[in-house]
């Protein structure tokens, strides 16, 4: 696995977990929902702790600390990605958790929401070292993950191979191949067509339709700044570039670079794999990940990690649209500034939700036993994503509200309509 990433500290002090369920109490206020819906609403079910133990190529065992958050399964089977990173922690993961169940509902798919996580630096692990800790925390979660009740899917530092490990240790405890127990899978063992690039893929589409909702004429020469060259940022970049996009500005965790009549997305791509890095791929300007945030630019898709637009930098952000790509980039009050200054946000919960989109064909081909080309998987979910966008700008319009609000709104109003029909179990 290519793994890169910095301990650059980016972090507004925002509990993550205190900003979702602050979001979900303004939702229920304004949707006047029932306040034990509500209450349950801001509780995960079920937090599991797991202690990971791993030898280590110089034969020493280490103990990581390894979390899946179960959050809620009104919808259907806990969903959501594995995150292998050194600030992962219990608040984070319930967090996202929360946002992976506000997600599943906005593009309507029959997923409820988890996520799970080791807190761990991948960089400084061996392949086969990775293996084993990923071999290991599957086998500490057989009872609690399954088709049926909780497919992880891939996240920050974990991917294709990381899903093909826990494809297989499951399997080896059920005595059968089970494929649909995780989604992101290599595609030579049932993974989709276009899953890897989906997410990127989801927020273009996104980007493009905010496009035409802030009523812009087309995408031809607009120009975009990337946050994050990694599954998210490579493929928005790509597909953003295919609709007539200039990427100016991209940005990883060493550094960024400026190209102020675009780049060459497929040679930086190229360039990135092979050096693990965007700096120095060309001719290119050096900038820092602050100044590429602050960059003047149409579209600004930030794509690495939680938190990096705070209400220090909110100010002075430049660009008309943010398409988050990452999950929670804003904190709660840099969002209200943005509004405020007339920047467009395209909220996480729906620009990024392309991933789970193609995870759930994922889960039907492999359910179903069969493997939709490549043509098809982009088609559905263009289609998904284009009627999840318009849901969300319907529900903006009718109340008045921006595309944040109102993509919570419709989430949590088709969860507490599943919740009037179920009753507690969920
Ligand atoms: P990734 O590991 O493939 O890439 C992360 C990228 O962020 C890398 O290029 C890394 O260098 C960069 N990065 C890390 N720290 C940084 C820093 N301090 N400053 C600037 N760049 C930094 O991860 P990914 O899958 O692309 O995920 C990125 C974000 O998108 C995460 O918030 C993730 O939760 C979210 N997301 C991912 C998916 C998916 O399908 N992969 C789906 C939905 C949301």
Same mark, same amino acid.
């Given at each position: 696995?290519?793994? !890169?990433?910095?301990?650059?500290?980016?972090?507004?002090?925002?509990? @993550?977990?205190?900003?979702?369920?602050?979001?979900?109490?303004?939702?229920? =206020?304004?949707?006047?929902?029932?306040?034990? *819906?509500?209450?349950?609403?801001?509780?995960? +079910? +079920?937090?599991?702790?797991?202690?990971?133990?791993?030898?280590?190529?110089?034969?020493?065992?280490?103990? *990581?600390?390894?979390?899946?958050?179960?959050?809620? #399964?009104?919808?259907?089977?806990?969903?959501?990605?594995?995150?292998?990173? @050194?600030?992962?922690? /219990?608040?984070?993961?319930?967090?996202?958790?929360? /946002? #992976?169940?506000?997600?599943?509902?906005?593009?309507?798919?029959?997923?409820?929401?988890?996520?799970?996580?080791?807190?761990?630096? @991948?960089?400084?692990?061996?392949?086969?070292?990775?293996?084993?800790?990923?071999?290991?925390? !599957?086998? #500490?979660?057989?009872? =609690?993950?399954?088709?049926?009740?909780? $497919?992880?899917?891939?996240?920050?530092?974990?991917?294709?191979?990381?899903?093909?490990?826990?494809?297989?240790?499951?399997?080896? *405890?059920?005595?059968?191949? $089970? @494929?649909?127990?995780?989604?992101?899978?290599?595609?030579?063992?049932?993974?989709?067509?276009?899953?890897?690039?989906?997410?990127?893929?989801? $927020?273009?589409?996104?980007?493009?339709?905010?496009?035409?909702?802030?009523?812009?004429?087309?995408?031809?020469?607009?120009?975009?700044?990337?946050?994050?060259?990694?599954?998210?940022?490579?493929?928005?970049?790509?597909?953003?570039?295919?609709?007539?996009?200039?990427?100016?500005?991209?940005?990883?965790?060493?550094?960024?670079?400026?190209?102020?009549?675009?780049?060459?997305?497929?040679?930086?791509?190229?360039?990135?794999? +092979?050096?693990?890095?965007?700096?120095?791929?060309?001719?290119?300007?050096?900038? !820092?990940?602050?100044?590429? /945030?602050?960059?003047?630019?149409?579209?600004?898709?930030?794509?690495?990690?939680?938190?990096?637009?705070?209400? =220090?930098?909110?100010?002075?952000?430049?660009?008309?649209?943010?398409?988050?790509?990452?999950?929670?980039?804003?904190?709660?009050?840099?969002?209200?500034?943005?509004?405020? +200054?007339?920047?467009?946000?395209?909220?996480?919960?729906?620009?990024?939700?392309?991933? $789970?989109?193609?995870?759930?064909?994922?889960?039907?081909?492999?359910?179903?036993?069969?493997?939709?080309?490549?043509?098809?998987?982009?088609?559905?979910?263009?289609?998904? #994503?284009?009627?999840?966008?318009?849901?969300?700008?319907?529900?903006?319009?009718?109340?008045?509200?921006?595309?944040?609000?109102?993509?919570?709104?419709?989430?949590?109003?088709?969860?507490?309509?599943?919740?009037?029909?179920?009753? /507690?179990?969920?």
């Amino acid at each position: 696995m290519n793994v !890169t990433y910095d301990d650059e500290q980016m972090v507004e002090k925002v509990n @993550p977990f205190d900003a979702v369920v602050k979001q979900i109490d303004i939702v229920g =206020e304004k949707l006047k929902l029932d306040p034990s *819906f509500i209450e349950c609403l801001k509780h995960p +079910r +079920r937090i599991i702790i797991v202690s990971v133990p791993v030898r280590m190529d110089n034969g020493k065992i280490k103990i *990581f600390t390894g979390y899946r958050v179960q959050y809620n #399964m009104l919808r259907g089977p806990y969903k959501g990605g594995i995150r292998y990173h @050194p600030r992962v922690d /219990l608040d984070e993961v319930k967090a996202l958790a929360a /946002l #992976m169940t506000l997600k599943c509902a906005v593009v309507d798919i029959p997923y409820g929401g988890a996520k799970g996580g080791v807190t761990c630096n @991948p960089k400084e692990l061996s392949k086969s070292e990775l293996e084993r800790l990923t071999r290991c925390y !599957t086998a #500490m979660l057989l009872d =609690e993950i399954g088709p049926y009740k909780d $497919v992880p899917a891939p996240d920050v530092y974990t991917d294709a191979q990381t899903m093909a490990w826990i494809m297989d240790t499951y399997s080896q *405890f059920k005595g059968y191949l $089970v @494929p649909e127990v995780v989604t992101g899978k290599p595609v030579e063992i049932g993974g989709s067509e276009g899953r890897e690039g989906a997410t990127g893929r989801g $927020v273009a589409l996104c980007a493009r339709e905010a496009i035409k909702h802030l009523n812009i004429d087309n995408m031809k020469g607009l120009c975009v700044a990337i946050q994050g060259f990694g599954k998210v940022g490579k493929a928005a970049a790509k597909v953003l570039q295919e609709m007539g996009c200039e990427i100016i500005a991209v940005s990883d965790s060493k550094g960024g670079i400026h190209a102020p009549h675009g780049l060459d997305v497929q040679a930086l791509i190229e360039y990135k794999n +092979r050096t693990g890095q965007v700096a120095g791929f060309g001719d290119t300007k050096p900038i !820092t990940n602050e100044e590429l /945030l602050e960059f003047k630019c149409d579209i600004l898709v930030p794509a690495a990690l939680e938190n990096v637009i705070t209400e =220090e930098n909110a100010p002075r952000i430049k660009a008309r649209i943010v398409a988050e790509g990452a999950n929670g980039p804003s904190t709660p009050g840099a969002r209200e500034i943005l509004n405020k +200054r007339g920047v467009f946000v395209v909220p996480d919960i729906l620009a990024n939700a392309g991933g $789970v989109v193609v995870s759930y064909f994922e889960w039907i081909q492999n359910l179903h036993r069969e493997h939709w080309d490549r043509t098809e998987v982009d088609k559905k979910l263009e289609e998904k #994503m284009v009627k999840a966008y318009r849901d969300v700008a319907e529900m903006s319009r009718k109340h008045g509200v921006d595309l944040a609000t109102s993509a919570s709104m419709l989430a949590i109003k088709r969860l507490a309509d599943a919740f009037e029909r179920l009753g /507690l179990f969920p």
